[in-house]
């Protein structure tokens, strides 16, 4: 089993729908919660970083952390077909005394005009 | 500089020869780190940095990779006796809270 398991996707939606795209993971020692967005032959760059349990709102962008659940999700509202793009989770905590940052496998978004 | 910088931006070697790639990272990050990225897929940890010294390499795929770093800034990544199976992208990212990743090389081992 993949420490964080992320759809592959690819993912297409009408221009204006809102997006959910999720992650779960199974080890309770990652305490912080990233998305990354890669356009293509782009590096992935920062969108969304939480700590805790619940919503952290960013825009049109929405980001959700369920410990409990192991579960992690982002909202995208009103989309937009420059949000096209693969969307990565990623977490990190401190694991055998070392702090490990993990990476899902990405989720390829298409949003289309 | 305002981001992390890589060079080249692309490389197509030759099966057996020896490549290096540079990361410049963001001026002051402590931090380093490098990735592999396969077509399709996540991000793949190869090692990570703080300062001059890798306290993680359990990335490293295998002992044809290795990873320098120097005055706690620039770092490079040598590949060497390159495999069809090298051909990524290469991606550095450097670090103070959370990451911040360059470009990429892209590498094509033919």
């Known amino acids: 089993q993949k420490e964080v398991e992320q759809d592959p996707g690819p993912l297409s939606v009408p221009e204006g729908a809102i997006v959910s795209l999720n992650c779960t993971y199974s080890n309770s020692a990652f305490q912080y919660f990233m998305w990354y967005r890669q356009y293509s032959r782009k590096g992935p760059e920062l969108l969304m970083y939480?700590?805790?349990?619940g919503n952290k709102e960013d825009g049109r962008f929405t980001a959700q952390v369920d410990k409990s659940s192991k579960y992690i999700s982002l909202f995208i509202r009103d989309s937009q077909p420059s949000d096209s793009a693969t969307y990565l989770c990623a977490m990190s905590g401190l694991i055998q005394g070392a702090q490990k940052l993990v990476f899902g496998q990405g989720t390829r978004l298409t949003i289309n005009p | 500089g305002a981001g992390v910088s890589q060079s080249p931006s692309n490389k197509v070697t030759e099966k057996g020869k020896d490549v290096e790639l540079r990361c410049d990272p963001i001026?002051?990050?402590?931090?380093l780190y490098w990735y592999r990225q396969s077509l399709g897929q996540g991000l793949e940890f190869l090692i990570y940095?703080?300062?001059?010294?890798?306290?993680?390499k359990s990335g490293l795929p295998s002992d044809r990779f290795s990873a320098e770093r120097t005055g706690g800034s620039v770092s490079t990544l040598t590949i060497q006796r390159t495999q069809q199976e090298d051909s990524a992208v290469y991606l550095c990212?450097?670090?103070?809270?959370?990451?911040?990743f360059g470009p990429g090389t892209r590498l094509l081992v033919l």
């Open positions: 001026s002051g990050h402590t931090a």
């Open positions: 939480t700590y805790s349990s």
């Open positions: 940095f703080q300062g001059n010294s890798a306290p993680d």
């Open positions: 990212a450097s670090k103070v809270e959370t990451q911040y």
